[in-house]
């Protein structure tokens, strides 16, 4: 699931959240969850800011094994 939404111009927030099951016929008990939340800003009509972070948690029979990060992504148009 992905969605987005403009509250004022040049500013957005969106989120995005996975479910995976990457070996579902070797091994059933793997899964993996994605969750990804930010806003982001068009400082120029070329560069994207966002402030994002993102949650992502493996599971396996035997660990689990999470994972957090918060950083700052910038895309160039060109």
């Known amino acids: 699931v992905w969605g987005s939404y403009v509250f004022k111009p040049g500013y ?4 995005r959240y996975e479910q995976t099951d990457p ?6 008990a793997n899964e993996n969850d994605y969750l990804q939340l930010g806003v982001d800003w068009k400082a120029r009509p070329y560069l994207t800011v966002a402030l994002v972070g993102k949650q992502s948690t493996a599971k396996t029979a035997l660990q689990e094994t999470e994972t957090n990060e918060v950083g700052i992504w910038t895309q160039w148009d060109f």
């Open 12 to 15: 957005s927030v969106f989120g």
């Open 23 to 28: 070996s579902n016929q070797l091994n059933p």
